[in-house]
Nanobody
Framework: QVQLNESGGGSVQAGGSLTLSCAASGITVSDICVAWFRQAPGKEREGVASICSASALADYADSVQDRFTIAQDNAENTVSLRMNSLQPGDAAVYYC??????????????????WGHGTQVTVSS
């Protein structure tokens, strides 16, 4: 049974940083693609960053490029998302997702098979 458990969410002031972690069980992050998505109230879920093990290449949404960093830890079977220079527009519930087959579009929700329950990120101005 595949499970993804997010942690590390919280409240920060604008300009601050947070690191989210996604712990996987029943699946090995070194064999798959893992992505972070976020959903703010009244908005669609959007892709933030992804990493696929085969190449370890990362992909980012334009809105977070150069501020967020995704990384995988094969020994711990986790994928993290380091978020710097957070802005109120980054506030959302952040979800970890996993795809066993490399998605055509790495930041498209339709490409992912397994989802965590999410962790809340709040950014105050």
């Amino acid at each position: 049974q595949v499970q993804l458990n997010e942690s590390g969410g919280g409240s920060v002031q604008a300009g601050g940083s947070l690191t989210l972690s996604c712990a996987a069980s029943g699946i090995t992050v070194s064999d798959i693609c893992v992505a972070w998505f976020r959903q703010a109230p009244g908005k669609e879920r959007e892709g933030v960053a992804s990493i696929c093990s085969a190449s370890a290449l990362a992909d980012y949404a334009d809105s977070v490029q150069d501020r967020f960093t995704i990384a995988q830890d094969n020994a711990e079977n986790t994928v993290s998302l380091r978020m710097n220079s957070l802005q109120p527009g980054d506030a959302a519930v952040y979800y970890c997702a996993a795809a066993e087959i490399w998605p055509d579009r790495l930041l498209d929700v339709r490409g992912y098979d397994y989802w965590g329950h999410g962790t809340q990120v709040t950014v105050s101005s």
